[in-house]
């Protein structure tokens, strides 16, 4: 009634929502366009609401997780992982700074020079003391680095790694942050324009591509002869890894229905955790690191066999509307778990040969600045995932000693297994959090921790030990420096702990709420987010440390201003993934708490939403209001 009125008065001015088919659960065919404005392209009416349901019907007709076929492309996704912990944790070995003197020039190898140790230049797991039985000298200086031949001792497992090969200490030491520079800066911008692409071509050729040229370059690393092309390749190395970790990610998400889809996302971290244990054995083995290098790329050969055993996601297919390749990979799945077409009681199949002819509907992550909610749910979750992932490295720094003064352990097995410890104690705290607060408030309550952790740590760096007299009484202003050094350590694992927690859920929860169609490319956002997260330890480390304060103060700040800003996202937990944008737009937020019964919520459900449009026109607005409803869109009670 409303609508009619709304066309006579408006004649040919903006289609209404429920005209061009933009507001989700619109079923069956959409009504014909307004008078005076051609159709849009591509015409016809929007896809079977079955079709678009894809984990209400295409999901529970193939038999979720519980077919054989399903659960073998699970495992397929989860076997990677290892490699990619391998690669992800080989710069602490390939370019740990090892300590470091001079040796004669008469080749005997006995100490007879200046050890030069340059705090300044330490990794971040790396310890900062001399070999046993060398004296360590009072300070640095330019008479320390003039030597033409040094000898070292790693502490990584190796005899010999990137450092040591090319002799980068003292003036050259810069070259060494550089190198772990180029590896994030090659996995930003793979996750940026693998993640396009991936939404464009689909998720399997950019797996198998990624595949083929991580081979490449991964082997070619290996045969490395200075440290330029060492730091040039690493940055295609990252590329390539970048689209095996983001292909997995979300060929992972959408394989598996909704309650299980935290659950098989961990279990893959899991594993790639444990290819970060078991890195310190392998560098033992290998002794040198052009062999690690190998033995970390060579494991990859196996996802060759991926381009005959992995199909493409079935979920993007039908959500870009690619039905004849859907009815395909369907035939497929039967088959494959020995299924019966009888099961079919929504007739899926007979639903696909009706669309069958319909052209494919591929979009690109641009799409998502016209939106209105879906770019601000996107842009939080990266402010999230690169607030996590960059104070994480505050909290680390601060733990091993920002001033290099100290290490937790003085012992780089130890350093190292104590980072790998936290982020596993981090991972196992997600699980049950998760699971009874839901994504948003096991977020929420994460990144509360984190900014409790980071203010109290901050207040400690300024705390000084003063004493005033006070009617001949001695008051202690603040603890004394062995028990602030400790309740700073506390503090730092406390922010460890959390952080790693926000950065992990900020990428899932955007697998999540971001649509089928533009998952790739949502996730890419992410992800590359996080890699700028992690890009500033390797840029303090550049700068000598250099307004660490500062670094630490911005990103406590920002974990005060994502507190805000986590309370505007929805909740996807036990939920159906969106599968276009418009069902991605209309993913409302809901209270953190469930209102009582008889109270009347204050959001609108998408049954409730209105349309707005013809606002601007006072005949529209005045016979726009029908009469069960309010003039603020609220159904009367």
């Known amino acids: 009634m409303a609508i009619d009125r709304r066309r006579e008065a408006g004649g040919g001015g903006r289609p209404l929502p429920e005209e061009n088919g933009s507001v989700p659960g619109a079923g069956g065919g959409a009504p014909p366009p307004p008078r005076g404005r051609p159709p849009r392209a591509p015409p016809g009416p929007r896809s079977s609401p079955l079709l678009l349901d894809y984990d209400g019907s295409v999901l529970p007709f193939l038999g979720g997780l519980g077919g054989r076929y399903q659960r073998t492309l699970v495992l397929l996704t989860w076997v990677p992982a290892l490699f990619i912990g391998f690669s992800k944790f080989s710069d602490s070995f390939l370019l740990d700074q090892p300590d470091f ?13 200046s050890l030069a140790l340059s705090h300044a230049n330490r990794s971040d797991n790396g310890s900062i003391f001399p070999p046993p039985g060398l004296p360590t000298p009072a300070g640095g200086n330019a008479s320390e680095c003039d030597c033409h031949e040094w000898h070292y001792r790693i502490r990584a497992g190796l005899v010999q790694n990137v450092v040591s090969k090319w002799d980068l200490v003292c003036d050259s030491a ?92 961990m279990a893959a971290s899991f594993i790639e955790m444990a290819g970060q244990f078991l890195m310190p054995g392998l560098a033992a083995l290998c002794r040198d690191w052009q062999v690690l290098q190998a033995v970390i790329i060579c494991p990859f050969l196996l996802m060759l066999l991926y381009w005959v055993i992995f199909p493409e996601s079935l979920r993007w297919l039908m959500a870009t509307q690619q039905f004849e390749a859907s009815k395909e990979l369907i035939l497929q799945f039967t088959h494959k ?253 809901q209270p953190l708490l469930p209102h009582k019964k008889g109270e009347q919520p204050l959001l609108l459900t998408n049954s409730e939403l209105k349309d707005y449009s013809g606002l601007h026109d006072s005949a529209a607005v005045s016979d726009g209001i029908s009469e069960n409803t309010t003039a603020n869109g609220m159904k009367s009670m």
């Open 174 to 265: 810069w070259k060494v942050h550089i190198a772990k520079f180029s590896l994030l800066v090659g996995l930003i911008f793979g996750h940026l324009i693998t993640g396009c692409i991936a939404d464009w071509v689909g998720r399997r050729p950019v797996l198998l591509f990624s595949v083929i040229f991580i081979l490449i370059f991964g082997l070619t690393v290996a045969l490395s002869v200075n440290v330029t092309m060492f730091s040039t390749l690493r940055f295609f190395e990252g590329f390539c890894l970048a689209g095996i970790v983001l292909s997995l990610y979300a060929l992972r998400i959408e394989l598996c229905p909704p309650g299980h889809r935290f659950m098989i996302t």
């Open 101 to 113: 003197w001079c040796r004669e020039a008469d080749g005997q190898g006995n100490w007879s020079g």
């Open 337 to 589: 778990n020995r299924m019966s077409t009888e099961s079919d009681i929504k007739g899926v199949v007979p639903e696909l040969e009706k669309e069958i002819t319909r052209r494919p509907k591929k979009v690109c992550i641009v799409k998502v600045v016209g939106t209105r909610n879906l770019w601000k749910n996107i842009v939080v979750l990266c402010v999230n995932s690169l607030t996590g992932y960059g104070i994480h490295h505050c909290f680390a720094k601060s733990m091993m000693g920002h001033e290099a003064k100290m290490t937790i352990t003085h012992n780089f097995y130890a350093d190292y297994y104590t980072m790998a410890g936290i982020a596993l104690a981090s991972c196992l705290a997600m699980c049950p959090v998760v699971g009874f607060l839901g994504r948003r408030g096991g977020l929420l309550l994460f990144m509360i921790l984190t900014a409790l952790a980071s203010l109290l740590q901050l207040g400690l760096l300024n705390c000084k030990l003063e004493t005033r007299a006070f009617q001949d009484h001695v008051i202690l202003m603040c603890m004394s420096d062995s028990v602030k050094d400790k309740f700073s350590t506390a503090f730092s694992i406390v922010g460890m702990f959390s952080s790693h927690a926000v950065g992990s859920l900020s990428v899932f929860f955007c697998a999540e709420i971001t649509p089928t169609v533009i998952r790739g490319g949502g996730l890419g956002l992410v992800l590359a987010s996080a890699g700028f997260g992690r890009l500033t330890a390797p840029i303090m480390e550049l700068h000598n440390q250099k307004g660490y304060f500062l670094h630490h103060v911005i990103f406590a700040c920002c974990t005060l201003i994502c507190i805000i800003c986590i309370l505007l996202l929805p909740e996807s937990k036990n939920q159906n993934l969106p599968e276009n944008i418009p069902d991605g737009e209309h993913y409302t937020r």
